[in-house]
């Protein structure tokens, strides 16, 4: 099983980013999808910012990023995005896409968003 995250970068306050999450090797549409954080610094938690059920009809935010972030999800290209708007320098951490069934619990690598100007 592989979780590929793109799309990260150093973008300023304010702007946009759309990260994506490609996945193979696992039944994707079986999967809920969730999209962490975690921010630079010793003690950081991972914090879980979206979630998305596993035909797209549900999707939860963290309340941090509730009316900025969209999580979607393409069951026919195995992929989950997150569109990020009206970025913050709080938001600045390293996002990391998950895989879950139930059962099996699947990451990426992760992908560094930073926001700074």
């Known amino acids: 099983v592989q979780l590929v995250e793109s799309g990260g970068g150093l973008v300023q306050p304010g702007g946009s980013l759309r990260l994506s999450c490609a996945a193979s090797g696992l039944t994707f549409s079986s999967y809920v999808m969730r999209w962490f954080r975690q921010a630079p610094g010793s003690g950081k938690e991972r914090e879980l910012v979206?979630?998305?059920?596993?035909?797209?009809?549900?999707?939860n935010y963290a309340d941090s990023v509730k009316g900025r972030f969209t999580i979607s999800r393409d069951n026919a290209k195995n992929t989950v995005y997150l569109q990020m708007n009206s970025l913050k320098p709080e938001d600045t951490a390293v996002y990391y896409c998950?895989?879950?069934?139930?059962?099996?619990?699947?990451w990426g690598q992760g992908t560094q968003v930073t926001v700074s100007s």
């Open positions: 998950d895989a879950n069934n139930g059962v099996y619990d699947y």
């Open positions: 979206a979630r998305i059920t596993t035909a797209g009809s549900g999707t």
